[in-house]
């Protein structure tokens, strides 16, 4: 007890933990002397884990926990790394990767990430929706949903809409909406105190007290806009019972037509504990998280299902009538980059809406956003400039391999590489290059990363000063 992270946890903190793991206490606070692990989390809608493995310049090792998920040493820096600007994997805790994956996800369906920032569950969502259905991303700060939207376009997801919105509101407009819900919910962080020691330092008896008010009046507004046959999954990042099973226990007799489902076990999960809500026995298929079990922080995850059968699907949306000019300009684009498909789907025109002279692409699903304060509605395709269409970085992004023909790929360990994502330009030699001029795809190992405009054997950089590393 002696070492400096356990010097800063609360005696309130310890004693109520000492109580709740009694045996296992000694265990609990002898991990807080253990280094806190590093991961990061492919996305498996860009490339394979496999082919991922046979790229990454760095040493990873398998998270046996999380299917796609890798830890890395404390002194790499990946964000470094242009396959991370390429959008190919998030950084996240281990622990943190699990709510995620443990909620079934599958292309096409409706899914509503409540407090989504900064978008390490949100960016897992839409990678396995696969740019089919729709990604429904909110956070209640502007500038937290600001950073959350740009963890998404770095993912590349097009079937988006970025809300920064109270969920008492969202309520009106998705009543029993989605197919999938994750809360996240703000909790009192003990998870986390061997991460971030101010968490710690902040801490109070009664802030579980304040934020399990916020957790359940959260808990039934996801509940509302959930379909029938729907899943919610509810997480915190603290180990109080009163943020936990109780506020799942208050949940299941508020909304009975929810009920408690089991999740993928692994070996170093610990069930939830009925003694600690109000003795439900389905409590146990909760499950938590614990630094001393696992290599990972402090965790809980609930998996809840409505009783029901979902209706049909929503229709497709359609952005307005394009003018005959903008069809025009983006399809010369197009045909000088050889655009083949978007995010393995053929290019839709019904689905383009132009505004302000920016050109977006909404999500293929009709649903009522009115009244809504949001950032981004679809994949912001580009700009319309005088005669011509200026591609955006978020485009580029969205783009999977082998998706456009103008392409120049180099390797990840290209010095070129790091210079581009400064904003300089590029000298490229001919047989680099698909055309000898105009727009290129500049690849990472053939995976986009962004636009250039080759003139005379260079590339004029295309990556926007507010991406550049």
Known sequence: MDSDKSAVLPQAFLDRMREMLQNDHEAFLEAYDQPRTYGLRVNTAKISCEEFERIVP????????????????EDIRPSHCPLYQAGLYYLQEPS???????????????????????GGK???????????????????????????????????????????EKPEKMVKNFPEFFHKIILDAPCSGEGMFRKEEALAKDWTPQKSEELSQIQKQLCLNAADMLQPGGQM????????????????????????????????????????NPAWG????????????????????????ALLQKEGTAGPSAGASKGGRLAADVRKYMEAFFEEIGLKTLGGQPFDWNR???????????????????????????????????????????????????????????????????????????IVEPEEAAHAKGWHLLCVEGYPLGFGKLVNGTLKNKYPAGWRV
């Open 96 to 118: 943190a990767m699990t709510p995620a994956s443990r909620i079934p996800i599958q292309p096409g369906e409706y899914v509503l990430d409540m407090c989504a920032a900064p």
């Open 278 to 301: 109000d003795g439900n026995p389905q409590l146990e298929k909760c499950v938590r998280i614990f630094p001393h079990k696992m290599q990972g922080e402090g965790h809980f995850l």
């Open 122 to 164: 949100a960016t897992a969502v839409g990678s396995a929706l696969r740019g089919k259905g729709l990604l429904v991303a909110n956070d209640i700060s502007t500038t937290r949903a600001r950073a959350l939207l740009r963890n998404l376009e770095l993912f590349g997801i097009p079937n988006l809409f970025v809300a920064n």
């Open 233 to 272: 999954l509810y997480s915190t990042c603290t180990f109080a019972p009163l943020e936990d099973e109780q506020v799942i226990s208050w949940l299941l007799k508020e909304r009975p037509e929810l009920s408690l489902v089991s999740m993928e076990n692994y070996e170093g999960f610990s069930t939830g």
């Open 58 to 73: 760095f040493e990873i090792k398998k998270i046996p926990w999380i299917s796609n998920g890798y830890f890395y040493s």
């Open 352 to 426: 383009v809406e132009v505004r302000a002279d920016k050109v977006y692409y909404l999500p293929a699903v009709s649903c009522n956003f009115r009244g809504l304060t949001f950032i981004r509605n679809g994949l912001y395709l580009g700009d319309l400039k005088k005669n011509r269409f200026e591609p955006s970085q978020p485009l580029a992004l969205a783009f999977l391999k082998d998706e456009v023909e103008a392409v120049i790929s180099l390797s990840v360990e290209d010095s070129r590489l790091e210079r581009y994502l400064k904003g300089e330009t590029l």
